[in-house]
């Protein structure tokens, strides 16, 4: 019922910059926890950044001062926009939104949009 879908992806030079976006539809709000992660052959996926519906955001050491991850509520859309991007920032880039519910007994939802590949030359 939630679908999420990336797109911007693409090569970019060393040095350069990209902007991600991350659409999500379906049964959705926009209390939703979302973020990115990425994943380079070879690799586990890993965190790239988190961002609260009010704007609270966390980000993997690797990424911070570099990478600024936002959101748009009223499109239930999240962005990342990576500045200064290096050799190693080449990965399959996922967005995600995560819903938690505490009561009446925990429940946790995760949703996985199907990635978009990012390329840095050098």
């Known amino acids: 019922q939630v679908q999420l879908v990336e797109s911007g992806g693409g090569l970019v030079q060393a040095g350069g910059s990209l902007r991600l976006s991350c659409a999500a539809s379906?049964?959705?709000?926009?209390?939703?926890?979302m973020g990115w992660y990425r994943q380079a052959p070879g690799e586990q996926r890993e965190l790239v950044a988190t961002?609260?519906?009010?704007?609270?955001?966390n980000y993997a050491d690797s990424v911070k001062g570099r990478f600024t991850i936002s959101r748009d509520n009223a499109k239930i859309t999240v962005y990342l926009q990576m500045n200064s991007v290096k050799s190693e920032d080449t990965a399959v880039y996922y967005c995600?939104?995560?819903?938690?519910?505490?009561?009446?007994?925990?429940?946790?939802?995760?949703?996985w949009g199907q990635g978009t590949q990012v390329t840095v030359s050098s």
């Open positions: 995600n939104a995560v819903r938690k519910i505490e009561s009446p007994v925990p429940v946790t939802y995760t949703y």
């Open positions: 379906g049964s959705i709000f926009s209390s939703y926890v």
């Open positions: 961002i609260t519906s009010g704007g609270v955001a």
